[in-house]
């Protein structure tokens, strides 16, 4: 089975600055997805970013970018140019691309606090 | 922007009552899932649905739990005889595709309180 695991269970940045939430993986599967999810106090699910295992390019979404190095399994998210919006709970997530219609494996969360 | 809606938002209940939680998920969408997040902590896959029936569920989907997808639009989610550590957010996600690739859209959750 696929475990994910966040180590920081709480990060804190200032405005404007730059942050990097870490994520790790473990997998037997060669062909999976990553998803880097936040969920601020309304509690909504929200995608941020999705890494397919297959590309060796890192996914950037805006502010948004991740440095995904398979070897070493692993899938931090780089916040760049923080923002008060930013600050929320960040879930990394799994998904195998072996089964149809797999289910997302969750990362146990960093909550991350953005300073003013 | 299409959207996964949940209903209750918020239900308090008594141990050893049933509980519906209810979900229309994206029109489109073909697979469907319930998810349960303990408050302080990950959020826990219980079972995902196709075609009508059960594809996947987890440990903590046992007999108290089942899921149905009574019409051609809502899914839900009832809990036998709930118990306190039933508690939790309960989110509904649909996705319109097998392919892991596919992103799946999370509805807002509903809160369940056990007392």
């Known amino acids: 089975a696929q475990t994910v695991t966040q180590s920081q269970p709480e990060m804190s940045v200032q405005e404007a600055e730059t942050v990097t939430l870490s994520c790790t993986y473990d997998?037997?599967?060669?062909?999976?997805?990553l998803f880097w999810y936040k969920q601020p106090p309304s509690r909504q699910m929200i995608l941020v970013i999705r890494?397919?295992?297959?590309?060796?390019q890192n996914a950037t979404e805006n502010r948004f970018s991740v440095n995904f190095q398979k070897a070493a399994k692993s899938f931090s998210l780089k916040i760049s140019d923080s923002q008060l919006g930013d600050a929320a709970m960040y879930f990394c997530?799994?998904?195998?691309?072996?089964?149809?219609?797999?289910?997302?494996?969750f990362g146990e969360g960093t909550q991350l606090t953005v300073n003013p | 922007e299409p959207e996964v809606t949940q209903t209750p938002s918020h239900q308090v209940t008594q141990m050893g009552q049933e509980v519906i939680l209810r979900c229309v998920p994206i029109?489109?969408?073909?697979?469907f899932y319930w998810y349960r997040q303990i408050l302080g902590q990950k959020v826990e896959f219980l079972v995902s649905?196709?075609?009508?029936?059960?594809?996947?569920k987890s440990e903590i989907f046992d007999d108290q739990f089942s899921v149905e997808r009574p019409d051609g639009s809502n899914f839900t989610l009832k809990i036998r005889s709930t118990k306190l550590e039933d508690s939790a957010m309960y989110f509904c996600?649909?996705?319109?595709?097998?392919?892991?690739?596919?992103?799946?859209?999370f509805g807002a959750g509903s809160r369940l309180t056990v007392l």
């Open positions: 649905f196709y075609n009508n029936e059960i594809s996947e």
């Open positions: 029109s489109n969408h073909l697979y």
């Open positions: 996600a649909s996705v319109q595709g097998g392919s892991g690739a596919n992103v799946l859209t």
């Open positions: 997998t037997s599967e060669s062909d999976y997805y």
């Open positions: 890494q397919e295992a297959y590309k060796q």
């Open positions: 997530a799994y998904r195998s691309a072996w089964t149809s219609g797999s289910r997302l494996t």
